[in-house]
């Protein structure tokens, strides 16, 4: 069975969310996209919450979170118990939010300039593996704030 990740967005990120689904679809995952699509209009805090919703209750890899910058959605997952989402800006930052962070979303912003391809942070993410130890105490000290 093909795994399982959870992507929505908003206006302002239509292209950047079809680029990042073709790239995982190529590496065999299977996309549920709650996000809209051209001529639609949403509110970020309203595609946060039905994502994080949908990962809470499926089993899902992890989730991705795009709006115009990735701010406001990331802000608004980062609310719901239990979702650590991380707002990426390059491959590193991709690499620690797995390996330090263990995030279980990330967000991009489809009207930023990213100087690493979305699909190398990407990789790296799912590629990248978590570090346990020291990070784990430090999650559980985050997750219970
Ligand atoms: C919507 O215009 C825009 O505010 C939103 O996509 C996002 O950038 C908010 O953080």
Avoid at 26 to 50: T, W
Avoid at 83 to 112: D, P, Q, V
């Amino acid at each position: 069975m093909k795994k399982k990740i959870v992507i929505a967005n908003d206006h302002g990120a239509i292209e950047i969310k079809n680029r990042i689904i073709q790239h995982l679809e190529k590496r065999g995952f299977e996309i549920i996209n709650l996000g809209v699509d051209q001529d639609q209009s949403a509110d970020y805090p309203d595609k946060a919450v039905e994502a994080c919703n949908y990962f809470l209750n499926n089993n899902c890899e992890f989730g991705i979170l795009c709006c115009g910058t990735g701010i406001g959605i990331s802000i608004a997952a980062n609310k719901v118990k239990g979702i650590r989402c991380a707002l990426l800006s390059n491959s590193y930052t991709a690499e620690m939010a797995k390996n330090h962070n263990n995030a279980n979303f990330i967000a991009f912003g489809g009207r930023i300039e990213y100087k690493d391809s979305v699909e190398d942070m990407l990789d790296k993410f799912i590629d990248t593996e978590f570090g346990g130890e020291r990070h784990q105490r430090r999650i559980d000290k985050m997750m219970s704030i």
